[in-house]
């Protein structure tokens, strides 16, 4: 079962589990909640990554995943657009990491749910240090 639990008083948000607490808001040191809509996507697409490499039995490559999206104009203001840009950093066989990309976009269960509503597209950068 999921639980989230939110707290908003006065001027201070926060975003709770099990885990952790987060907080949200406009304030400096504070998350959007697009910004946590965005990082959830670039977590669970990473995690399913995680996966597809452990059941190849494989070491998952360092990466970083930036993700930008805009919003459209017309209420509801929903995604109109998403795009995620890969930097691997680890040598890897490239069209594997491609392919995994791909499966990743299938599986990852918060991408198929914005990709009902935004385009979302797929930068892969490849720095492997020689």
């Given at each position: 079962?999921?639980?989230v639990?939110?707290t908003?008083?006065?001027?201070n ?6 885990r ?6 406009s304030k400096?040191?504070e ?5 946590l809509?965005?990082?959830s996507l670039s977590?669970?697409f990473?995690?399913?990554?995680m996966?597809?490499?452990a059941k190849?039995r494989?070491d998952?490559?360092a990466?970083e995943i930036?993700?930008?999206g805009?919003k459209?104009?017309?209420?509801p ?19 594997q990491f ?5 499966l ?12 009902q509503?935004a385009?979302?597209?797929h ?6 240090s020689?």
């Amino acid at each position: 079962m999921l639980k989230v639990k939110t707290t908003y008083a006065s001027h201070n948000f926060t975003l709770e589990t099990d885990r952790a607490i987060l907080k949200f808001g406009s304030k400096e040191g504070e998350f959007f909640p697009y910004d946590l809509f965005l990082g959830s996507l670039s977590s669970c697409f990473y995690y399913t990554l995680m996966e597809i490499y452990a059941k190849r039995r494989m070491d998952t490559p360092a990466m970083e995943i930036i993700v930008t999206g805009d919003k459209r104009k017309e209420v509801p203001t929903t995604l109109e657009w998403v795009e995620m840009d890969i930097t691997v950093f680890d040598e890897v066989d490239e069209d594997q990491f491609s392919r995994f990309v791909d499966l990743a976009s299938k599986y990852c269960s918060i991408h198929a749910t914005i990709s009902q509503v935004a385009e979302i597209t797929h930068k892969i950068n490849f720095k492997q240090s020689k």
